[in-house]
């Protein structure tokens, strides 16, 4: 069953996708942000297979992969824009035609308006259905301008509603007493629960968008102490910011923790991605999981999460114990 995304009027599919992964390979700050080689055609055929299936969530923005994430989305939805709802964000600067990307950030009302415009452009639409600041940490006085201009571009009919993503809760609650904001966009797996943005979300009736659903593939289960990602792929590129991987391999303690919830996870049948999934649900009526994908045959395996359900509230009780005690 769809939901609405937050106080606007729009509505999603419970699961969402993100596309991180489909923009390629480009660089942040000197170190490779993407996730290695894609196949563009494998990640259009994901997209198709999701609209096929019921999801209509598709969540993007700028700096991925400096403007190729976004053209791909706007690629796969040519023609069939009216059956999706698209997110983007915007705020960190890069260089497109080097395909580098920088953590300083411009969000004067001037910047905010030419982000859009370009990924209105490569999006192939004339409009966003929800923009997000992409800057997880913003002044007092940058919080007011940037609402100020998404207001202007929402009133204008650029955008239909907006929202932040950020991990700061604080500033979360001044955004959601300000603004007319759809929704938080923040960390949220099992091995990295978030009460408190869990618990603003809900009282503000605002969506919980969330990132790192599968905490960058640890959850899949595929990967072991003796796992190496290259240095070309994020998890393996050092940014201090990558929790679940140090220099390319797994971190042991997140290991251990998944290892105590697999049984929990893949009850009734599911794999561990699906179980992943299953918590976040489980956890709120106000989530939206967002995994990231690069094929068709991923975004299947995601989309048959929908068909098991959340996890029961004795079993996210349960997986609550036995974390809490790892």
């Known amino acids: 069953m769809n939901r609405m995304l937050g106080r606007s009027e729009i509505s999603v599919s419970p699961l969402g ?64 824009r009216h059956e999706a709802v698209i997110a983007t964000k915007f705020g960190y600067t890069y260089d497109e035609s080097t395909k580098e990307a920088f953590t300083r950030h411009d969000v004067t009302p001037e910047y905010v308006r030419h982000a859009c415009e370009r990924s209105l452009r490569r999006l192939q639409t004339d409009y966003v259905d929800m923009y997000q600041i992409h800057v997880g940490g913003l002044s007092l006085e940058e919080i007011d301008t940037v609402i100020d201009s998404l207001n202007e571009l929402r009133q204008e009919g650029l955008i239909r509603t907006y929202g932040w993503s950020t991990w700061d809760v604080a500033n979360a609650q001044i955004f959601a007493q300000k603004s007319e904001a759809a929704a938080i966009q923040h960390v949220l797996n099992v091995l990295s629960d978030d009460k408190e943005m869990l618990s603003l979300c809900e009282r503000y009736g605002l969506a919980s968008i969330n990132n790192t659903p599968l905490a960058m593939g640890l959850l899949s289960g595929k990967f072991n102490h003796d ?54 649900w489980g956890r709120s009526h106000v989530t939206i999981p967002i995994p990231g994908f690069k094929t068709r045959k991923q975004v299947e395996e995601l989309i048959g999460a929908a068909a098991f359900g959340p996890l029961s509230e004795a079993q996210i009780n349960e997986v609550e114990g036995i974390l809490g005690s790892s």
């Open 17 to 80: 996708l993100g596309c991180w992964a489909i923009g390629g390979e480009f660089t942040l700050d000197g170190l490779p942000d993407g996730w290695g080689e894609v196949d563009e055609s494998e990640s259009i055929a994901g997209i198709h297979a999701a609209l096929e299936r019921g999801v209509n969530f598709f969540d993007t923005a700028d700096v991925y992969g400096t403007g190729h994430s976004e053209a791909v989305l706007g690629r796969a939805l040519r023609g069939r």
């Open 227 to 280: 796992s190496r990602f290259s240095d070309q792929d994020v998890r393996g590129s050092r940014h201090e910011w990558v929790t679940y991987f140090k220099n390319g391999k797994a971190v042991p303690s997140y290991l251990q923790k998944l290892e105590a919830v697999r049984e929990v996870l893949t009850s009734g049948n599911r794999t561990l991605v699906q179980g992943a999934l299953a918590w976040i």
